[in-house]
Antibody, heavy 121, light 112 residues
Framework: QVQLVESGGGVVQPGRSLRLSCAASGFTFSSYGMHWVRQAPGKGLEWVAVMSYDGNEKYYGDSVKGRFTISRDNSKNTLYLQMNSLRAEDTAVYHC??????????????WGQGTLVTVSS | DIVMTQSPDSLAVSLGERATINCKSSQSVLYSSNNKNYLAWYQQKPGQPPKLLIYWASTRESGVPDRFSGSGSGTDFTLTISSLQAEDVAVYYCHQYYNAPFTFGPGTKVDI
């Protein structure tokens, strides 16, 4: 069965960096687009970033563009999110999600439980 | 960026009754070359990640009960729960994946 397990969250000071990981199993990771979606406490869903199956396409949300970088290692079945210049408003649960196809332009059919990132001094 | 709006913000429906949620996009999410609407619906229960219900605006995800249906095209979409069950209490989100940055609606809370 498909499993997505995020890690790397924690408490970090404003302006610092953090790298999230998402370990995938139960499907052919290298064949699917992968997303990051976040949810601030008590708030709605905010799409963060996507990478196509081969890494050739990457797109970002406006609020993270230039600060966050999505990447993947298909040999390790792992998705990453490098988060730099963190701000208080980046505080959220970060979910990785599997796309329905290799394209970036598809819905997400499986989601991880998420990892909490808290940006606070 | 495409802005997604939903109405109502919340609704209370009796068990067995119909629930209707509307979603509107600020521009069309219909891709003319394949005639597909790049619109999905998700259900999120407290403490859980979202669950995909509907994609391509009207295609039900495998395993989703047939009381859930999606309709609409272009900029106006609807999620209908034909006969509300207790386990359907959740927040429902629409999501466009037509144009990056992809965006979600603000959510609609459904209660009994």
């Amino acid at each position: 069965q498909v499993q997505l397990v995020e890690s790397g969250g924690g408490v970090v000071q404003p302006g610092r960096s953090l790298r999230l990981s998402c370990a995938a199993s139960g499907f052919t990771f290298s064949s699917y687009g992968m997303h990051w979606v976040r949810q601030a406490p008590g708030k709605g869903l905010e799409w963060v970033a996507v990478m196509s199956y081969d890494g050739n396409e990457k797109y970002y949300g406006d609020s993270v563009k230039g600060r966050f970088t999505i990447s993947r290692d298909n040999s390790k079945n792992t998705l990453y999110l490098q988060m730099n210049s963190l701000r208080a408003e980046d505080t959220a649960v970060y979910h990785c999600a599997k796309g329905r196809s290799g394209s970036s332009y598809d819905a997400q059919d499986y989601w991880g439980q998420g990892t909490l990132v808290t940006v606070s001094s | 960026d495409i802005v997604m709006t939903q109405s109502p913000d919340s609704l209370a429906v009796s068990l067995g009754e119909r629930a209707t949620i509307n979603c509107k996009s600020s521009q069309s999410v219909l891709y003319s070359s394949n005639n597909k609407n790049y619109l999905a619906w998700y259900q999120q229960k407290p403490g859980q990640p979202p669950k995909l219900l509907i994609y391509w605006a009207s295609t039900r995800e495998s395993g989703v009960p047939d009381r859930f249906s999606g309709s609409g095209s272009g900029t106006d979409f609807t999620l209908t729960i034909s006969s509300l069950q207790a386990e359907d209490v959740a927040v429902y989100y629409c999501h466009q994946y037509y144009n990056a940055p992809f965006t979600f609606g603000p959510g609609t809370k459904v209660d009994i």
